[in-house]
């Protein structure tokens, strides 16, 4: 169909849709907007959410752009790609899912291939104007090239995610696999703790929640 939205969870089902148990994959460069930020995300209007709302701003900024003058070249129909967090603590110590406040995060959306660095500047510049509110110069356009990473789908609340990161070090273990996290790569990014939230938590109770926890490994 000459008219189809691209639907990156649909197309890639091997980064999106993995199974309720351990499997390894190997992930691509993507092209991401990020936000870095500190603290607990369930804090209201906290740094987390602030940095949600610019991210989706941003998004569907980029998405909305074909309706005027400014269309990007190469732009395509497609579905916004679901949120994704980079996850550790502000110690680099072992992560705990307990101590919400230590918590140090990257929040990130997957961009379609035509987003270029102009384009994300130009979004930058129709935000700024019409949601003043919002600090632009905390979100940047990058790459980021996990590699080797082993996943499995996470079904239930995230307080509950202890049990599942179990499991992903059980199936580390018996294949020989050595765990990347904290590990910086050639560009300078550090591989993390990496979460991917599949529908609206907003929207879902907690015990139905989907959630991709990926880890990046080594041999």
Request: proline share 6%; hydrophobic share 35%.
């Amino acid at each position: 169909m000459a008219n189809a939205k691209l639907d990156y969870k649909k197309e890639y089902k091997d980064l999106y849709m993995p199974k309720t148990k351990p499997s390894i994959v190997e992930v691509p460069a993507i092209r991401f907007i990020m936000v870095d930020g500190k603290g607990n995300p369930n804090d209201e209007g906290g740094e987390y959410q602030q940095a949600v709302e610019l991210l989706y701003a941003l998004t569907y900024t980029i998405k909305m752009s074909k309706m005027g003058a400014s269309k990007p070249d190469g732009y395509f129909e497609y579905v916004v790609p679901p949120l994704e967090g980079l996850w550790w603590l502000n110690d680099n110590s072992h992560f705990d899912f307990t101590i919400k406040e230590k918590f140090c995060w990257t929040s990130m959306i997957r961009q379609p291939e035509f987003v270029t660095q102009k384009v994300f500047d130009w979004a930058c510049k129709e935000i700024a104007k019409k949601k003043t509110q919002l600090d632009t110069s905390k979100a940047r356009l990058q790459s980021y090239h996990e590699g080797l990473c082993v996943q499995m789908m996470h079904i239930g609340s995230y307080d509950d995610e202890p049990e599942t990161t179990a499991q992903i070090d059980a199936f580390m273990k018996e294949n020989n696999l050595q765990n990347a996290i904290d590990e910086v790569q050639p560009d300078g990014i550090v591989k993390r703790h990496h979460e991917i939230y599949l529908g609206d938590p907003r929207k879902i109770e907690p015990s139905k929640r989907k959630t991709v926890l990926r880890h990046p490994v080594k041999y």
